[in-house]
């Protein structure tokens, strides 16, 4: 009797801490998948949503509330001329292969990343380094040929990750990193899988598994949801669920924000959009609110320049191209385009684009120019519109934080060429005090805005969808991540 009763109480004991265990697997949607896994040899920002973080680490990171702090480098010390740049390394690093991680490293990363023939996106992120030294396996020297008041920042994109010499070519399908978690498989079309990893130099995840789900379509990301094949799709693609959501307490819902300024990029060097007067024309053409409301069912900032408005930098230009479609046809008739134009508008998958992009063609027919819509796949639009330039209008949201030095760029996509903006940006980097660089900031914005280089549309919103039992997700989405370091069950 005594052994019978024993028996029910640890079967009893057994079935409550099953019970209790928390759970240690998670799997995230995501709308897009990326085109490779590679941070330095792609633009796409879903490789960092998966990466960023979680498999790749830089010198320094971003935290959730935006800020820069230490990854790979436990501390730097600057010059008092701002030229030298001295990090310390944390100590017992290795990489996912089980290689120790050092500061030749980091120096070979880094020059990797800023080679004449680098294909790393964001080179221009390593502008101003002279060279790289490694005076011993723990330190590294940057040194600066000028001042960088943005250095620190600069390296924290997913950019300026570190790799081994030994595993760099083959990131791209199995990335060897330093971070919390290691690639175990992808499965093209479907989803991305990657496991704790044991020997992580830092304070441990609480995740065992992290299963990346791709789900194009909207009505498919809805049902994954509600049928618990996703646990959380921090950047849910259908906002006119979201009420749904809010009114389920299975799920949470959080509405934050992004560094995602989507605009209706133009071709500044192609015809007709070369002519200020047509791009001008084209803003007061684009009525920001009817897109907000009809491809975001509200959720959106309207923006009049490429600056996110939670920035204390940011300046509302939008008054610059309020919606007059009497004021954008007077100038296409200025411009020499009375009778209007034809051009094309293609369109990335997410769903603000081929959403937004519908209305913004009917906006456009209102005064006589007509954009031929194209829906292209993400590989398509990098190799047409982003490197091909192949386009007139196209809509895509830039998530890359504080990124407005693209417009010093004139081979960046949309071709915009001034030599005063692109002195300014050259002596904001110099610039190492916060107010004055807020300043420059604020004139920056003042110059594209004025020169109708785009058409600014709105800030992107963060609209998460979760289980309400999940807890560590970023509210906002400070750079391109979907950082899992914190992530746990709250069972």
């Given at each position: 009797?005594?052994?019978r009763?024993?028996?029910?109480?640890?079967?009893?004991?057994i079935?409550?801490?099953?019970?209790q265990?928390?759970?240690t697997?998670?799997?995230?949607g995501?709308?897009?998948?990326p085109p490779?896994?590679d941070?330095?040899?792609?633009a796409a920002?879903?490789?960092?949503?998966?990466?960023?973080?979680?498999?790749?680490?830089?010198?320094?990171?971003f935290?959730?509330?935006?800020?820069?702090?230490p990854?790979?480098a436990?501390?730097?010390?600057?010059?008092d001329?701002?030229?030298?740049?001295?990090?310390?390394?944390?100590?017992?690093?290795?990489f996912?292969?089980?290689?120790?991680?050092?500061?030749?490293?980091?120096?070979?990363?880094?020059?990797?990343s800023?080679?004449?023939?680098?294909?790393?996106?964001?080179?221009?992120?390593f502008?101003?380094i002279?060279?790289?030294?490694?005076p011993?396996?723990?330190t590294?020297?940057?040194?600066?040929?000028?001042?960088?008041?943005?250095?620190?920042?600069?390296?924290a994109w997913g950019?300026?990750i570190?790799?081994?010499?030994?595993?760099?070519?083959k990131?791209k399908?199995?990335?060897v990193?330093?971070?919390?978690f290691?690639?175990?498989?992808?499965v093209q079309g479907?989803r991305?899988?990657?496991?704790?990893?044991?020997e992580y130099?830092?304070?441990?995840?609480k995740?065992?598994?992290?299963?990346?789900?791709f789900i194009?379509?909207p009505?498919?990301?809805?049902?994954?949801?509600?049928?618990?094949?996703v646990?959380?799709?921090?950047v849910?693609?259908?906002?006119?669920?979201?009420?749904?959501?809010e009114?389920?307490?299975?799920?949470?819902v959080v509405?934050?924000?992004?560094?995602?300024?989507?605009?209706?990029?133009?071709?500044?060097?192609?015809?007709p959009f070369?002519n200020?007067l047509?791009r001008?024309?084209?803003?007061?053409?684009?009525?920001r609110?009817?897109i907000?409301?009809?491809?975001m069912?509200g959720?959106?900032t309207?923006i009049?320049?490429?600056?996110a408005?939670?920035?204390?930098?940011?300046k509302?230009?939008?008054d610059?191209?309020?919606?007059?479609?009497?004021?954008?046809k007077?100038?296409?008739?200025?411009?020499?385009f009375?009778?209007?134009?034809?051009?094309?508008?293609?369109?990335?998958?997410?769903?603000?684009?081929?959403?937004g992009?519908?209305?913004?063609a009917?906006?456009?027919?209102?005064?006589g120019?007509?954009?031929?819509?194209?829906?292209?796949?993400?590989?398509?639009?990098?190799?047409?519109?982003?490197?091909?330039?192949?386009?007139g209008?196209?809509?895509?949201s830039h998530?890359?934080?504080m990124?407005i030095?693209?417009y010093?760029r004139?081979?960046?996509?949309?071709?915009?060429?001034?030599?005063d903006?692109q002195?300014?940006i050259?002596?904001?980097?110099l610039?190492t005090?916060?107010?004055?660089?807020?300043?420059?900031?604020q004139?920056?914005?003042?110059i594209?805005?004025?020169?109708?280089v785009?058409?600014?549309?709105?800030?992107?919103?963060?609209t998460?969808v979760?289980n309400?039992?999940?807890?560590?997700?970023?509210?906002?989405?400070p750079?391109?991540?979907?950082d899992m370091?914190?992530?746990?069950?709250?069972?």
């Amino acid at each position: 009797m005594f052994r019978r009763f024993s028996a029910l109480l640890l079967g009893l004991a057994i079935t409550a801490g099953t019970v209790q265990a928390a759970q240690t697997d998670i799997t995230i949607g995501m709308q897009l998948e990326p085109p490779n896994l590679d941070p330095t040899a792609g633009a796409a920002a879903a490789i960092d949503e998966v990466v960023y973080a979680n498999v790749f680490e830089g010198l320094t990171r971003f935290a959730s509330d935006g800020s820069v702090k230490p990854a790979l480098a436990e501390s730097w010390e600057i010059s008092d001329d701002g030229l030298t740049y001295t990090f310390t390394l944390q100590s017992g690093v290795t990489f996912h292969d089980g290689s120790t991680f050092n500061a030749e490293d980091v120096k070979f990363s880094l020059d990797r990343s800023r080679a004449e023939n680098s294909t790393n996106a964001q080179k221009q992120l390593f502008d101003g380094i002279e060279s790289i030294e490694v005076p011993d396996l723990q330190t590294v020297v940057i040194n600066l040929s000028a001042p960088n008041g943005a250095l620190l920042f600069n390296l924290a994109w997913g950019d300026a990750i570190v790799m081994s010499p030994d595993t760099f070519d083959k990131a791209k399908t199995e990335p060897v990193g330093t971070g919390p978690f290691k690639f175990s498989r992808w499965v093209q079309g479907d989803r991305i899988e990657l496991e704790k990893n044991p020997e992580y130099w830092g304070a441990s995840a609480k995740l065992e598994k992290v299963t990346f789900k791709f789900i194009s379509e909207p009505t498919a990301a809805f049902a994954a949801l509600m049928a618990g094949d996703v646990d959380a799709f921090p950047v849910y693609p259908a906002p006119e669920n979201l009420a749904q959501f809010e009114a389920d307490p299975r799920f949470s819902v959080v509405v934050g924000s992004t560094e995602g300024e989507t605009i209706l990029s133009t071709n500044n060097k192609q015809a007709p959009f070369d002519n200020k007067l047509v791009r001008q024309a084209v803003a007061h053409a684009i009525n920001r609110q009817e897109i907000i409301d009809g491809a975001m069912f509200g959720y959106g900032t309207p923006i009049g320049t490429h600056f996110a408005p939670h920035h204390p930098a940011y300046k509302d230009f939008t008054d610059n191209s309020s919606y007059d479609v009497d004021k954008a046809k007077e100038l296409l008739k200025e411009a020499g385009f009375e009778d209007g134009f034809k051009t094309t508008l293609k369109l990335p998958p997410p769903s603000y684009a081929r959403r937004g992009g519908e209305i913004i063609a009917a906006q456009l027919r209102q005064v006589g120019i007509e954009a031929e819509i194209s829906n292209l796949e993400w590989a398509q639009w990098l190799e047409q519109v982003f490197r091909g330039k192949d386009f007139g209008l196209t809509i895509v949201s830039h998530t890359e934080p504080m990124d407005i030095g693209i417009y010093a760029r004139p081979d960046y996509y949309f071709q915009y060429d001034n030599a005063d903006f692109q002195k300014l940006i050259s002596d904001l980097t110099l610039e190492t005090d916060e107010e004055k660089r807020n300043i420059m900031f604020q004139e920056a914005q003042e110059i594209i805005a004025a020169d109708y280089v785009n058409g600014y549309l709105f800030q992107l919103a963060k609209t998460g969808v979760a289980n309400a039992k999940i807890e560590g997700l970023w509210e906002n989405s400070p750079t391109q991540a979907n950082d899992m370091t914190e992530v746990f069950w709250n069972d």
